[in-house]
């Protein structure tokens, strides 16, 4: 595993993988500018209607400067954390329209006697990937107050996240890389039957997501990195099928 996440990262450079850089980056600063601008008036309405309510109760002006204080503070930090956790569920939408370019890259390089993926209909992966964007941001909703009440509560909160979001980006990148080669039954099937190993690189990938300058490029490097694993573990079922009938 650490093997395909060192060839993943070898091939940074390569012009398929800067293309697709650029235009998620463009889009993801899109998407991020519109959410926190939405944050950003959201916040000052509801702190402006706050101080409406506290002014009618007339405390005096000490205690609403106080309350306003502590609004805006807790607000700030709730919007941060929300951030934090949700980033894996935008930054893969955003790039799940461009991450086929991406294996093919990969294949070119490191699989070069690999016949051309049917890969997907355009159709099916938009609605895999919004499904699976749909997945990631209900569960991680539904577990933010678990992150919230562990947040001061280390190790504990990062083994929930990791756990969570561990089995929801392996699923979803190694279906986006095996799904170009293996029919439906066949991913399932390939899935279930490492279904641990997927989760160890899923939480390699959420890891690489919550550092700094490195997420950036995580969704990129995942996509190699999980054809990698896709590729050996395809070749070991592969052995093993042989060994058992022959």
Do not use: C
């Not at 944050?39 to 306003?68: D, T």
């Not at 390699?204 to 919550?210: K, M, S």
Request: aromatic share 14%.
């Amino acid at each position: 595993m650490f093997s395909a996440l060192a060839k993943a990262f070898g091939q940074i450079s390569d012009p398929a993988f800067r293309r697709v850089f650029a235009l998620s980056l463009v889009a993801s600063l899109a998407v991020f500018a519109v959410l926190w601008l939405a944050a950003w008036f959201g916040l000052a309405w509801a702190g402006e209607a706050l101080s409406g309510w506290i002014a009618g109760q007339e405390p005096g002006g000490f205690w609403i400067e106080i309350v306003e204080w502590i609004f805006g503070a807790g607000a700030v930090v709730g919007v941060l954390v929300v951030s934090f956790f949700l980033f894996p569920a935008i930054m893969v939408v955003v790039m799940s329209f461009l991450l086929d370019d991406i294996a093919e890259a990969v294949e070119r390089r490191h699989y070069p006697g690999l016949p051309a993926a049917p890969g997907q209909p355009l159709a099916a992966a938009v609605l895999s990937g919004l499904a699976f964007a749909g997945m990631t941001l209900g569960l991680n909703l539904l577990a933010l107050p678990l992150y919230l009440l562990l947040l001061f509560v280390p190790p504990f909160n990062l083994f929930v996240f990791y756990l969570l979001n561990g089995y929801l980006l392996g699923r979803e990148y190694f279906e986006l890389v095996a799904a170009r080669r293996l029919d439906t039954a066949g991913v399932r099937r390939l899935r279930r039957a490492y279904r641990g190993r997927l989760l160890l690189a899923g939480a390699v990938i959420a890891f690489l997501l919550t550092v700094p300058i490195v997420n950036l490029v995580t969704p990129i490097v995942a996509t190699g990195f999980m054809l990698h694993v896709f590729e050996g573990l395809r070749r070991r079922q592969a052995n093993a099928t042989t060994s058992a009938t022959g």
